[in-house]
């Protein structure tokens, strides 16, 4: 009943968080400076808290309701980008073999030749995606709640969910079991730094767990670092208002050098320019990586997850795609 | 540790049972036509799903090579809107018996207490071609057997139970948490018991499911397992149904209505001289519809047709003190003498001169709503989640828009990977579904009141309504929608 409360109580404010109406400052000097810590690691508030709430995770009119309706909206981001970006014909494939993809916008053409366009495409995409069998890593999963979404797809393969705390892996664990449909999931208890590199992903996501970890860019370089060419990772996290962190945190130690302890009070949003920005600083990174789809989303109480027209403000999805 | 030992017993609730991801309660027209889109779906295909029928389906398997000769009692009309979804969704359309369907384009609705007052209902300007369809109960659910059965032989599964009744319903969970509450001491159970619905069969059998519909009728066994509340109030009025046959087939195909004090009475078109008629009355009235001799039924449905309420009332009574009072046979056609011949021929139904031996039924009319159609692992749809007055014909159609509704929301969890039983992939079936039905059983209630009464000032503006079409536009306006589903 306790864990329950402090759960409750806990949540408060990041309730928030994930609204995106209030910025979260954290102050995370444990992170960076202690050595025995993981670099992508969790803060040990953030980990006490995500501990709390580990009993009610899976309760859809609990603490984590807003996360579950989130959910609906990011599988069908992850879904349709999929979708939309199949290669729908091999290379070298014979042109009447080929599906027809215009080199203009579809809308241009006539209704009935549009419909049959369209609906061979999609037909085409049935049969790529009934053919495929896609290997997933969920990073930072908590309590399961995408983690388990995926498992369910056709399309997958596998899926395997990581997080640092041991308590919402457990909720996850306990809450697979009750799904016997659930053969294609495992958790580990693990950073994704410790995975073993040639371990190779057709999706990683990370969904609402970049804002909580010290070095976003650290955790970001290793996901992409662990997909396979044409393969995807997902990300969902905030942007902040002011003050850009993300790639000062990157060159930690001259950040730290150069402000004096105590006042890196660091909000650690991350906008969604910067990530763009950030792929494209490195000539390999922009090389090989393309930001392919970012979305923005806002939570209206009465109906919900709705995509927005702005992905610069509030929460957002990001779809980047390794090319090479 | 305490997690560890959790984890064991979590692993063992989910042994036992069989298990299913959808079990649907009830082979009506409802439960048959979500087994037959479910599996007709590319998306839900997949599933796994029984469907158990306490009743013999036989007699309805045996329809499809052996129709009997006569058209059976349980008739009712399709919306364009129900067979668009039946012919492109379901697929079940092609296997109607298709001589046995009668597609009609006109209503002729008039009043017993002012000649004058009438509405004409034309379906030619509807899109879908015909206004309604009539069709048998056992016509729909014979082609949705065929459909289910052409799926299996495309390799598309699915189990059908029927002889088989639900005893009872629990679950894994509601006994960990009554052994809590009795014990007082939280029991660890709680947090692992598997909250599937198991479904107990009088055949020994049990079957755990992901999602339970309840698509077992008015009394609905899973409504009550759910603990949803159905709210709603019993006309004091029976609706008495038979088939019978005309003088003639008749060629205008025009389903008419007339409002009696005592309530509607139908005669809609079926194929050839056959029709069927659906006589909303009081419960004295309804017995002596029921008792009166063969020879007596046709002419009292052409007394109710054509005379007026004085001259009906003397018969009535008559029959009242015995219902095979022939004499009434002579009263009749002398009370109807009175009207104009061509009168008569032009704004009457035709004549009718049978009623086939046994097709006379009498039901209460009732009118419910479920508070929701959804609940954890759980989905309500048909007669189990509303049931309405027949005035409008709209019972059935609402089911298969029930069904419609339902298999969107499911094949939107499908995509997403969502838990079909979880209550994020079903609450949008109940929003998207309720409001509608809602309205149109507050239509068909008002009707109802509106159009039996003889209370004078009602009666007055129902007529003056009647000839003012202006006034009772509204009025038409819903009826159109209601009846063609638009
Ligand atoms: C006389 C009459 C005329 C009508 N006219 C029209 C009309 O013109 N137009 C129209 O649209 N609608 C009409 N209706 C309404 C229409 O018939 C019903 O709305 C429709 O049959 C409802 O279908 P359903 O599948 O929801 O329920 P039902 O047909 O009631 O089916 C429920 C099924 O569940 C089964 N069941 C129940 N409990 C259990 C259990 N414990 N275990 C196993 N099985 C169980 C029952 O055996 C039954 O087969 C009329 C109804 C009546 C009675
Ligand atoms: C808000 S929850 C989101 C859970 C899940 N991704 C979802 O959206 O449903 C954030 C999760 O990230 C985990 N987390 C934070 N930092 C992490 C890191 N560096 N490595 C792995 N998991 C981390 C937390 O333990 C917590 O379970």
Redesign the pocket.
């Known amino acids: 009943m306790n864990i329950l409360k402090g759960a409750i109580a806990g949540y408060g404010p990041?309730k928030n968080v994930?609204l995106g109406l209030v910025r979260l400052a954290s102050t995370s000097s444990s992170g960076a400076s202690s050595s025995s810590v993981?670099d992508?690691?969790?803060t040990e508030d953030?980990?006490s808290h995500?501990n709390a709430?580990a009993s009610s995770w899976w309760d859809v009119d609990g603490p984590?309701r807003i996360?579950h309706k989130?959910?609906l909206l990011?599988m069908d981001f992850i879904h349709t980008t999929i979708r939309e970006h199949l290669q729908l014909n091999e290379p070298n494939t014979p042109v009447e073999d080929e599906i027809y993809v215009p080199a203009y916008g579809l809308e241009l053409l006539p209704k009935p030749i549009r419909n049959r366009i369209i609906s061979e495409q999609e037909n085409k995409r049935d049969e790529i995606l009934g053919k495929s069998k896609l290997k997933a890593l969920?990073?930072?999963?908590?309590?399961?709640?995408?983690?388990e979404s995926l498992a369910r797809l056709s399309f997958i393969h596998s899926v395997k969910g990581?997080?640092?705390?041991s308590d919402?892996l457990q909720a996850a664990k306990v809450h697979q079991l009750k799904d016997p449909q659930l053969t294609k999931l495992q958790y580990e208890l693990?950073?994704?730094e410790d995975l073993p590199s040639n371990q190779q992903y057709d999706i990683i996501?990370?969904?609402?767990?970049l804002e909580?970890?010290?070095y976003p860019a650290k955790?970001l370089e290793e996901a992409l670092s662990r997909v396979k060419v044409g393969g995807w990772v997902f990300i969902?996290t905030i942007n902040r208002d002011f003050v850009s962190w993300f790639t000062t945190i990157l060159m930690g130690e001259h950040l730290l050098n150069i402000v004096p302890v105590g006042t890196h009070t660091l909000d650690k949003y991350i906008n969604q320019t910067e990530i763009k920005d950030w792929i494209e600083s490195d000539s390999d990174r922009s090389e090989k990586y393309k930001v392919v789809r970012a979305e923005g989303c806002i939570y209206l109480p009465a109906y919900g997850w709705k995509f927005t027209e702005n992905p610069n403000v509030g929460n957002y999805f990001m779809a980047i795609q390794r090319k090479k | 540790m305490l997690f560890k030992r959790l984890l064991a017993t979590a692993a063992k609730s989910v042994q036992g049972p069989v298990l299913q991801d959808v079990v649907i309660i009830g082979g009506g027209p409802a439960g048959l036509s979500l087994l037959a889109a479910l599996k007709s779906s590319s998306i839900t295909r997949n599933l796994k799903c029984t469907l158990v029928e306490g009743s013999s389906l036989e007699g309805i398997r045996e329809f499809a090579d052996s129709p009997p000769e006569e058209y059976t009692n349980r008739v009712v009309s399709l919306t364009p809107k129900s067979v668009e979804f039946m012919q492109s969704k379901i697929g079940n359309w092609e296997f109607m018996n298709q001589d046995r369907i009668k597609f009609y384009n006109n209503i002729i609705a008039y009043d017993s207490q002012d000649r004058t007052s009438r509405i004409v209902f034309d379906g030619s300007a509807i899109e879908a071609g015909f206004l309604a369809v009539m069709a048998e109960n056992v016509n729909i659910q014979s082609s949705l057997l065929q459909r289910i059965s052409q799926l299996k032989e495309e390799g598309v599964d699915s189990t059908i139970l029927d002889n088989t009744k639900v005893l009872s319903i629990g679950s894994a969970l509601k006994e960990a948490e009554a052994a809590s509450e009795s014990t007082n001491i939280m029991s660890e159970n709680v947090a692992t018991a598997s909250d599937w619905p198991i479904v107990n069969l009088s055949d020994g059998s049990s079957i755990q499911t992901r999602l339970l519909v309840g698509a077992d009728g008015f009394n609905s066994p899973v409504r009550k397992y759910a603990g949803i509340q159905s709210r709603g109030w019993a006309y004091d009025r029976f609706g008495v149904v038979a088939t019978v046959k005309l003088q003639y087939e008749d060629y205008r195909s025009i389903g008419w209505q007339r409002f009696l004090t005592t309530g509607p009475l139908a005669i809609l078109p079926l194929t050839e001289d056959n029709a069927t008629i659906v006589w909303s009355s009081t419960p004295e009235l309804s017995e002596i519809l029921i008792a009166c001799d063969e020879q007596i039924f046709p002419e009292l449905v052409n007394a109710a047709m054509t005379l007026d309420e004085v001259s009906l009332n003397f018969i009535y009574a008559k029959l009242k003190k015995n219902p095979n009072d022939f004499s009434v046979l002579d009263d009749i056609p002398w009370r109807q003498s009175r009207l104009k011949v061509n009168d008569l021929e032009e704004n009457y139904p035709l004549p009718v001169t049978e009623v086939v031996p046994g097709s006379r039924a009498r039901f209460p009319l009732k009118l419910s709503h479920a508070d929701t159609y959804t609940s954890a692992r759980i989905a309500l749809v048909g007669d189990a989640a509303h049931t309405v007055h027949p005035l409008a014909g709209q019972g059935l159609n609402m089911g298969q828009g029930d069904v419609q509704a339902l298999v969107e929301a499911i094949e939107k969890g499908v995509t997403r990977g969502m838990d079909i039983g979880s209550t994020l992939v079903l609450e949008p079936y109940t929003s998207n579904q309720w409001p509608g039905n809602h309205v149109l059983m507050g239509v068909c209630d008002k009707l109802h009141k509106i159009f039996s009464t003889d209370w004078y000032p009602i009666v007055f503006l129902r007529g003056f309504g009647m000839k003012n079409l202006n006034m009772l536009d509204f009025v038409k306006d819903m009826m159109i929608k209601n009846i063609s589903g638009r």
């Open positions: 990041r994930v993981k992508t690691a969790i953030e980990m995500f709430l984590q996360l989130m959910n990011r969920d990073v930072g999963c908590g309590g399961g709640i995408l983690t990581i997080d640092l705390s919402v693990k950073a994704i996501t990370m969904f609402e767990m909580h970890v010290t955790v969902s």
